[in-house]
């Protein structure tokens, strides 16, 4: 029967092996003991156990000892052990199993009287007692070794942050076959869409947390002075709560102001001939916002930062994209022909009539379509300053009533045919002058007032807001309207976000903390980035010069400063706007008019805060960077769990805030906050930095989209080269290894701990998982199908796979061999 020998070392072998030497003379000898071994001889007294069997099926087990002054000595006889007469040179007994599972159970059956089959199962279960008896002291054994290397983090902090991985990850899939289902398998499993959403993820939880918080502030404001900011925010609220006189008003709101306007085609009370086209126009523009044919609105002015400057954008269409006017019997096209008829059979107009008017305006819509321009390129500085004066806008676009709605915009500006407006494609204001001019009366007039019932449509009654959901639920997939108190809050956000950001920020605990910790992060990332920068070969050193000089000035802005929180500041910032107790639709109208003032506002002020209030206040809290400001905006409010904790260990931070953080800052430096100087102004497109900036970012598109090309499938097979995202795709990369890069720094520097219950990975491995997480996304059908349409960005499980795939540090912190699709074969050189 073959046997198997088990060697025991000394305490002194055993104390080399320890160390990592092995002794010269490890060799051991079998058969008779050495004399030199320091053994005495057995004495006499010998205890015999057992008797010898005379075949293999022997049922006991005989034991012999032999003993001396140091020690006892037991030799197996013929049975389940067996022992050889030999000893080692460590002085100890080999000891030899001879096992046979047969032997095993006859030994039981005969020492318990159990029958074959009860012994058999007795066998089996000891043995399986054993195997996880053996398995928990190997498991206990390793864990105390890892306490023995780093300690485990006992925080609350380090807590909370492992209840809210480990139940979104899937142990069941490596990360280097699928990161996405490993860091959000268990999450996307679970099927975590609410009805009333199209998409959820990291940001949109956050949003409706928010918005949780906000409806709890506004709710509890009590003893309110009349007037003041905070009475205004909360008898908004209230008004567009009180659902009772939303019903009882019904559609009357909305046809007050279509005859008003003189009235609307569709609905046959219009007298077309002298129906003032202008006169709509620039009411639509001015009062309500409305953005027919074109958009105007206001941005920082390229050329003095301080200020702003008016812009005129493309705008008009009523489906999200013009490509899907090149369908008129596609499922989104269809509904949206068919949620112009319903709102217009709604507010009493004749059956045949509706459904004239859906086709026809779906016709006009898809001529304003086929003029639509692309997106503009980053690095097109001509084209993105392109200016051009009131005066020749006139000339070359004669129908388009520019000036006069500028004027009714802003009646303080003094504008005049000398006023300079940014107008990046003026060939489309030239062609919507030719439509204007070509298109009946009354086409215009159905169109212009379209565009003002479409808008309003979602603040009258349920019924109409129900018109409006099947409408969405066949464009994103949103089963059901939004709870009412959540639409409540997001109309509050879209006339007072600044004071809603606030009263959440005055409310916030531990500010002095928080804004420690996001400085020191900022801190350690830029000049993370910055040794990057210097570290890199440049194709100038003008470029290198100015991306050092834009870090170097660059600064942090985490909340508001204490003298915009305060109650005289914000009773200032909203003394003209007009809110009026339990009348919905009139403070909607208000808000608007409110919009327009505090625009006008900008458009004549200098102040600092106007280069980055928006960002602060979004409704959907995020990091942002300011050119005009050259700084890194950090709203309060992104300042929560489980986005952020103060608390929370270096990998968690890093992996999520602190990539968001790293993206912002790069922002500063890639396009097209690149092409910037310092205090914001655009550079010259002379200027040598530009046209380096330009090539170096073109040959890392170019070497992305070929390491890519096989393993992306984009939208109309293009590549990432070719799509308007590519630069974003570029920024997310460099921001995750900066921002990893930052990580390893900071580590150096501090004692490394463990994340409870997630012992087995290591810092490294806890700031990927984090990253992948931040990127666990859910879509309806519906919503994949109109991002894919709109080309706006990567899905995440492609944008994990480019930037995861550029950074070496993944593939080796989880082992991943070269057939993963994330090992980082060809690292492209990004622009950072």
Not at 55 to 75: G, W
Not at 443 to 449: Q, R
Request: with cysteine; net charge neutral.
């Amino acid at each position: 029967m073959a046997s198997t020998e088990t060697e025991y070392p000394t305490l002194e072998a055993k104390k080399v092996s320890e160390n990592g030497v092995r002794s010269g003379n490890d060799d051991s000898t079998e058969g008779d003991i050495s004399e030199k071994q320091p053994c005495l001889d057995p004495k006499t007294n010998e205890v015999n156990n057992a008797t010898k069997l005379e075949d293999d099926t022997d049922k006991s087990v005989n034991f012999q000892v032999e003993s001396n002054s140091k020690k006892h000595k037991y030799k197996p006889n013929k049975s389940v052990f067996k022992s050889k007469n030999s000893r080692n040179q460590t002085g100890r007994f080999p000891l030899s199993f001879d096992f046979s599972l047969a032997k095993v159970q006859n030994y039981v059956q005969t020492k318990t009287g159990m029958n074959t089959w009860w012994s058999v199962v007795f066998v089996l279960l000891a043995l399986l007692l054993l195997f996880f008896l053996i398995l928990s002291i190997v498991m206990t054994a390793l864990y105390w070794r890892s306490q023995m290397v780093f300690p485990v983090c006992k925080t609350t902090a380090c807590l909370r942050a492992s209840a809210q991985i480990l139940p979104q990850m899937n142990f069941n899939v490596s990360p280097c076959d699928d990161v996405k289902n490993f860091a959000c398998g268990s999450w996307l499993n679970s099927k975590p869409l609410p009805p009333f959403k199209s998409i959820w993820n990291s940001k949109q939880i956050l949003q409706y947390q928010t918005r949780e918080k906000i409806r709890e502030r506004i709710v509890t404001l009590s003893n309110l002075v009349t007037r003041t900011a905070p009475w205004k925010i909360k008898h908004l609220y209230e008004s567009c709560m009180n659902l009772e006189n939303v019903e009882t008003d019904a559609e009357m709101p909305l046809t007050k102001i279509l005859s008003e306007l003189g009235g609307w085609k569709v609905m046959r009370d219009v007298e077309i001939k002298t129906w003032d086209l202008v006169k709509t126009m620039r009411i639509l523009h001015s009062v309500y916002r409305i953005s027919p044919f074109f958009e105007i609105s206001l941005t920082p002015d390229p050329e003095f930062p301080s200020k702003h400057v008016i812009q005129v954008l493309p705008a008009g269409l009523g489906l999200p994209s013009k490509v899907y006017y090149e369908h008129h019997n596609s499922p989104v096209a269809s509904a949206y022909k068919q949620f112009m008829k319903d709102v217009t059979l709604k507010l009493n107009a004749i059956s045949t009539d509706a459904r004239t008017f859906s086709e026809d305006m779906f016709g006009f819509e898809k001529r304003i379509a086929e003029i639509m321009p692309d997106s503009i390129h980053p690095l097109n500085i001509t084209v993105y300053n392109k200016r051009i004066t009131v005066g020749k806008l006139k000339e070359i676009a004669a129908m388009v009533p520019l000036q006069e709605i500028l004027i009714a915009k802003y009646p303080n500006a003094q504008i005049d045919d000398n006023t300079q407006l940014i107008v990046p494609h003026v060939e489309y204001l030239q062609e919507i002058s030719k439509i204007i001019s070509t298109t009946d009366r009354g086409s215009l007039n159905n169109y212009l007032l379209w565009k003002l019932t479409s808008e309003y449509v979602g603040y009258l009654s349920e019924s109409f807001q129900e018109l409006v959901s099947i409408y969405k639920k066949t464009v994103t997939g949103e089963e059901k309207i939004p709870e009412r108190w959540e639409f409540c809050i997001e109309t509050t956000e879209k006339f007072m976000s600044f004071g809603l950001s606030v009263l959440l920020e005055n409310s916030t605990e531990d500010k002095d903390l928080k804004t420690k910790v996001v400085t020191d992060t900022f801190h350690n990332i830029k000049n993370t980035i910055k040794n990057s920068v210097e570290g890199r070969k440049w194709p100038g050193k003008e470029l290198q010069s100015h991306v050092l000089e834009k870090l170097s000035s660059l600064s942090l802005q985490v909340g508001y400063s204490p003298s915009m929180t305060g109650s005289e500041y914000l009773n200032e910032y909203y003394n003209k706007l007009f809110i009026v107790k339990n009348n919905f639709f009139t403070n909607v109208l208000k808000g608007m008019l409110f919009l327009q003032e505090e625009e006008q506002a900008r458009l004549i002020s200098t102040a600092e805060e106007y280069r980055w209030i928006d960002i602060m206040s979004a409704s959907v809290p995020a990091i942002g960077y300011s050119i005009p400001a050259n700084k890194v905006i950090v709203p309060h409010s992104l300042l929560v769990e489980p986005n952020f904790d103060a608390n929370y260990m270096l990998p968690i931070l890093y992996g999520g805030f602190g990539v968001e953080l790293s993206a912002a800052i790069l922002s500063s430096v890639t396009p097209w906050g690149v092409l910037h100087s310092r205090d914001g102004t655009l550079l010259n497109p002379e200027y040598p930095a530009v046209n380096q900036s330009y090539a170096y970012v073109t040959k890392a598109q170019i070497c992305l989209s070929t390491t890519f090309a096989s393993k992306v499938i984009l939208n109309a097979g293009r590549s990432i080269l070719e799509t308007p995202y590519q630069y974003s795709t570029l920024l997310a990369i460099s921001a995750l290894d900066q921002a990893f890069k930052a990580l390893k720094f900071e580590l150096s520097k501090s004692t490394r701990m463990y994340q409870p219950a997630m012992e087995s990975y290591n810092s490294e491995a806890l700031f990927f998982i984090t990253y992948a997480q931040s990127m666990c996304t859910v879509k309806t059908t519906e919503r994949k199908n109109l991002d894919h349409t709109l080309d706006t960005s990567l899905e995440d499980s492609q944008l994990l796979e480019v930037a995861l795939g550029q950074v070496k540090d993944f593939s080796s912190t989880f082992g991943c061999d070269s057939e993963s699709k994330y090992f980082a074969q060809d690292v492209c050189e990004v622009m950072l």
